[in-house]
């Protein structure tokens, strides 16, 4: 399989090593700064790493307790202390095991505003589902009626998830492998659909690691302690458990650690309702400049046009340092972004000691259900206009451009060959359409197939990423490009962000992205792909365009804060 071969760099598909971080030239920590990110990165001992037990030992149990359903997060959140000790006192006989405690709760309230009203001290993490209203759903077309059937579960009106805390988590300076999939793979089971690994990979696990992103290593998952689930017309609270004696971290260290976190869950939910931050911006500064990056699209193009290359196509990133008067709430930006993204992805990810990871991506890597998979080509951009008639105008141009029929075909075509090389079955709808966002239009293709096996899902991962949206093709000639030419650690910028479920894993692309930090404002991310006909000023304003839904939100006017306390 071809394109297999060419995402072995991205994905490791032999046996591990274990080995020391990596630390980039491009930064310099002083040894304040690694002190505070080591200490402050030791609270992840207090769960286990998942990557260093035995993956090829079932563990002993893993099951969901359902208790009856409570009115208010308050109520919740009692029942849950009181189930946790219950637990204590009757525990399971198993050396090993995962338990979710779940309190459903009968009133939809934001997981992001659970979250918001958290302390900043444990690990977070946040998920949010896009809206797909309006596009067809090709699982259904591609699966049986017993598979069918079987998602019409209650995760299926699940809208977003909100974590702190660290029940588990599956942490490697190695590229993700499949032993390290089996790994998470072992505490999860379809039985449990809810218990689910979230976080992310770097876009090129293989980079050198700077300062900023390194508690991220090259991949980064946790199963929380305690999790605030949203459903459509309900919400739920949830505690888990993880243990493994092999791995010394027993039943009364995750029970006690439980507890401990459970004591600072606050239950006054605070809905935000902002149209800025309430921050200023003290300065903005890009990387590469602008006097930088022409010359590096034009040896792009000079490279894809020679004969003797292969390169059709590489996407070259830019990142911008936004300093600002005060700290960034990361949360608070996301509930921001949130408001104009319902066709979005929204996520964050924040391990011990690390900035926080946020993004409002629009495109989806993969979905998996069952044997079921969906992927999708998005590609080229324009803005959206004031009209409607404008508006239409600007979708026609980018309908009938050439570059930018180039730009996606190379997308959608790759994708349906990575598809069809682990699937039976691949159906492609629509050839080519128009996604319109709040701020952005882009070219769109979704793509569906059907997985031979459901032990195949490692090969999704390490087929489909990175697509040529966000790397380029062939995959290694733009990774070797990228790596040249850009002077910064991508991180997760661009890599896989989403969890991992025993009956549905769902991935999005860490695109639209930025990396806030405590004293240090924020790192925006954003690229674009050079093909022929590519012109550096057209590409360096699709890099504002596509930033400006962050550097809006903190450079507009701070309005008020609203607070709506939920009892």
Known sequence: MASLHLSSRFLATNTKKHSSISISHHYSPTPFTRLFSRKKFMSCSMSMNGCEGDFKTPLGTVETRTMSTVLSPTAATERLISAVSELKSQPPPFSSGVVRLQVPIDQQIGAIDWLQAQSEIHPRCFFSRRSDVGRPDL???????????????????????????????????????????????????????????????????????????????????????????????SSMLAATLAWDDELSWTLENAIEALQE?????????????????????????????????????????????????????????????????TDIDPIAWLAQLQSEGHDAYQFCLQPPGAPAFIGNTPERLFQRNQLGVCSEALAATRPRAASTARDMEIERDLLTSPKDDLEFSIVRENIREKLNSICDKVVVKPQKTVRKLARVQHLYSQLAGRLRREDDEFDILAALHPTPAVCGLPAEEARLLIKEIESFDRGMYAGPVGFFGGEESEFAVGIRSALVEKGLGALIYAGTGIVAGSNPTSEWNELDLKISQFTKSIESEATTTTLQPIN
């Open 139 to 233: 699982l259904l077309d591609l699966a049986s009626d017993n598979e069918n059937a079987n998602r019409n579960g209650s995760d299926r009106d699940l809208v977003s998830v909100a974590g702190i805390g660290s029940a588990v988590f599956f942490r490697d300076l190695d590229a993700f492998s499949h032993e390290d999939w089996r790994s998470i793979r072992r505490f999860l089971s379809p039985n449990s659909p809810l218990i689910r690994a979230y976080g992310g990979m770097r876009f090129d696990p293989n980079g050198k690691i700077s300062v900023e992103w390194e508690p991220f290593g090259a991949f980064y998952f946790s199963v929380p302690q305690v999790e605030f689930n949203e459903f459509g017309g």
């Open 261 to 325: 976190t459970m004591l600072q869950v606050s239950s006054v939910v605070v809905r935000l309702r902002r149209e800025s931050l309430g921050v200023s911006v003290l300065s903005k500064n890009h990387v590469p400049t602008k006097g930088a990056y022409y010359p590096a699209v034009e040896k792009a193009l000079e490279i894809i046009k020679q004969k003797s290359s292969s390169l059709s196509k590489v996407v070259l990133a830019r990142n911008s340092r936004v300093i600002t008067d």
